[in-house]
């Protein structure tokens, strides 16, 4: 086990502990990750039990997690997906990294929404998921939606968290076209946009109703 200092990523500036690592990632993000999952979903992927009040606490931001070695996040249990950082000209920007991991089946766990943040949980697989976004059922933002559209593409969870192992993860800078209506979000690959890898399969999304159309 080791330690490590808090940041944008990591928890209220203090020293937590954590097992294994994330590849390509420092640890802040992967402890961001897990406290995110249990904050919102009430799964812990770490060592130890956390209790329901450090979770309300978490939520109303008057808690951190424990320095005191009660909990240990495992690294291990998360693999990176993708990396994406908001265009720079939006005047709020985020440097955000997507997670796979795979929860082993208990016939007794079930999510349960903070009713903050989340206020409604449901069980789909990726595919389940952009056939609700692509019917105006489902918003979502265009990285949420690109990064379900690329992991739909997999038949099985062990696939994604294999292949999460092997590949190199870019980050991915979109940029915004407000030259037409609707905007366009170029992407890697795009003749306006610089760069030329990661190929999401497409070049470009616009908004059309409440889903996002790709151009490929």
């Known amino acids: 086990m080791r330690v490590i200092g808090g940041g944008g990523g990591g928890d209220g500036g203090g020293r937590f502990g954590v097992v294994g690592a994330v590849g390509g990632v420092e ?3 992967g402890v ?14 770490g060592e130890g039990i956390p209790s329901n009040g450090l979770r309300d606490g978490l939520n109303n931001r008057t808690a951190h997690l424990p320095t005191d070695g009660s909990l240990t996040a495992d690294l291990r249990l998360i693999r990176q997906w993708s990396w994406w950082i908001t265009p720079d000209t939006e005047p709020k920007r985020y440097d955000t ?4 991991c795979v929860v082993p089946y208990d016939p007794t766990l079930s999510i349960v929404p903070d009713a903050s943040e989340t206020v409604e949980a449901s069980w789909l697989t990726p595919t389940e998921a952009v056939q ?7 918003f979502m933002a265009p990285p949420t939606y690109l990064t379900l559209l690329e ?3 997999f038949t099985t ?3 994604i968290w294999e292949h999460a192992q092997q590949q190199t993860v870019l980050p991915i800078q979109p940029i915004h076209d407000k030259s037409v209506k609707p905007m366009q979000i170029c992407l ?14 497409c070049i470009s999304v616009t908004l059309d109703g409440s889903h996002w159309t790709r151009q490929c």
């Open 188 to 201: 890697p690959t795009h003749p306006k946009h610089p760069d030329t890898s990661p190929n999401l399969g």
């Open 157 to 159: 969870a062990t696939e």
């Open 27 to 29: 640890d802040r993000f």
């Open 97 to 100: 990294r997507f997670f796979v």
């Open 151 to 153: 992991l739909s593409g």
């Open 32 to 45: 961001g990750g897990v406290r995110e999952a249990f904050e919102e979903a009430g799964i812990w992927l």
């Open 132 to 138: 609700l976004h692509e019917s105006d059922q489902l």
